[in-house]
Nanobody, 122 residues
Framework: VQLQACGGGLVQAGGSLRLSCAASGRISSYNMGWFRQAPGKEREFVAVINWVGGRTDYADSVKSRFTISRDNGKNTVYLQMNSLKPEDTAVYYC?????????????????WGQGTQVTVSS
């Protein structure tokens, strides 16, 4: 499956953005995750939505501000980001996993999108 993320941009602190990740194939059997990577830092987990039941998990740093969702009919995953902070600035990547391993680890994801830049100004 090929993934394409979009929706990034420049926003002021406190603002909102909605990222989208469109897949070339069916994603109904994949766990879908969002990760981010800031300059000089390792790629870090942001959120994941489970393939069955839509169970979600979030990094503590984004909990209550970000919401992940999926539309299997459109083969698309979304990340709604509210109350953005300058420390949210990073390249955001969507990823797909069908190994059902540790969904917080980037190593289990076999498919990655190209990334979309999110910049939050103070």
């Amino acid at each position: 499956v090929q993934l394409q993320a979009c929706g990034g941009g420049l926003v002021q602190a406190g603002g909102s953005l909605r990222l989208s990740c469109a897949a070339s194939g069916r994603i109904s059997s994949y766990n879908m995750g969002w990760f981010r990577q800031a300059p000089g830092k390792e790629r870090e987990f942001v959120a994941v939505i489970n393939w069955v039941g839509g169970r979600t998990d979030y990094a503590d740093s984004v909990k209550s501000r970000f919401t992940i969702s999926r539309d299997n009919g459109k083969n698309t995953v979304y990340l709604q980001m509210n109350s953005l902070k300058p420390e949210d600035t990073a390249v955001y990547y969507c990823a797909a996993d069908r190994t059902y391993g540790n969904s917080r680890s980037p190593n289990v994801y076999g498919y990655w999108g190209q990334g979309t830049q999110v910049t939050v100004s103070s």
